[in-house]
């Protein structure tokens, strides 16, 4: 009876040794800090879309907060800082049936952000993080534009979250 009491209480103290001050979250993410002011990402592309910006920023926001547990604020002396820019929204061919015939077409967006961490001033970047989906050709960009920017956006997140948080 008394070999697995010894056990738990050494279990428990070698896991409270190794999680310092630190939180560790399970998708592999160290956070030191409390809270994260996250900016609402500024639209440069030279094409518009209009909501690209709100709905770009609530995708990595909702990434981070539910990832970390930090509390978002909007004080600029945050633990965490994210500022970015949309620089690119386009669309190019990818694919060709012949010369003049397009069969696959290709949305890119790319977002420049600055992530400062105030804990740490080496883990600060300054990074541009692009993606892309392709579509049939024989598709308006219209009918398939909230779906792609759906995808590309989480694929942003993920990739922006991992560049601040699990150091990827």
């Known amino acids: 009876m ?18 310092g001050c630190r939180i560790y979250s399970l998708s592999g993410a160290t ?6 002011n996250i900016h609402q990402l500024e639209n440069r592309a ?6 690209l910006s709100a709905t770009l920023t609530e ?3 909702r990434r981070i907060l539910s990832q970390t547990g930090l509390k978002p604020v909007t004080i600029d002396d945050a633990d965490y800082d994210i500022t970015g820019k949309i620089t690119t929204y386009e669309v190019s061919v990818t ?3 012949s010369v003049q015939v397009a069969t ?3 949305l890119t967006i790319a977002l420049e952000v600055t992530f400062k961490n105030r804990l740490n001033e080496k883990a600060d970047f300054t990074q541009t993080f692009t993606r892309f989906s392709d579509f049939s050709a024989s598709q308006l960009l219209q009918s398939v534009e909230s779906a792609l920017i759906e995808d590309i956006g989480n694929q942003l997140a993920d990739d922006i979250f991992n560049k601040a948080f699990v150091n990827w």
């Not at 008394?2 to 040794?17: K, V």
């Not at 956070?31 to 994260?36: A, D, F, M, V």
């Open 95 to 97: 694919g060709a049936q």
């Open 104 to 106: 696959k077409n290709r």
């Open 2 to 19: 008394r070999l697995p009491l010894i056990l738990s209480f050494s279990l428990c103290f070698l896991l409270y040794s190794l999680t």
């Open 46 to 51: 030279r094409n518009v879309v209009p909501s």
């Open 59 to 61: 995708k990595v926001r």
């Open 31 to 36: 956070i030191e800090g409390k809270n994260i």
